[in-house]
């Protein structure tokens, strides 16, 4: 048995002692993408809910500020005891 023919034994048994070690390498990735793809799907939900939550306010405070405008303008042309302004 030469050096080589020992070499080459070896390999095939390290070789051997490999099987399945892609599919786990694979599988393993797969699994931590799906997590991460999970995380980022989730994160893009809660901040539409809360970019959604905040225009609403934005919304009803611009709503009562122009309702307080149009009193105040109101209130402004109202004659005071039968005196026009």
Do not use: K
Not at 52 to 75: E, K, M, N, S, Y
């Amino acid at each position: 048995m030469t050096v080589d023919t020992r070499r080459a034994g070896i390999l095939c048994r390290l070789r051997r002692g490999e099987d399945g070690f892609a599919m786990i390498t694979v599988v393993t990735v797969l699994f931590v993408m799906t997590l991460l793809v999970s995380i980022m799907t989730l994160n893009a939900n809660i901040n539409l809910d809360q970019n959604r939550r905040a225009r609403q306010i934005l919304t009803a405070l611009d709503a009562a500020d122009g309702g307080l405008d149009r009193l105040v303008f109101v209130l402004g042309q109202t004659p005071v005891n039968g005196q026009p302004n």
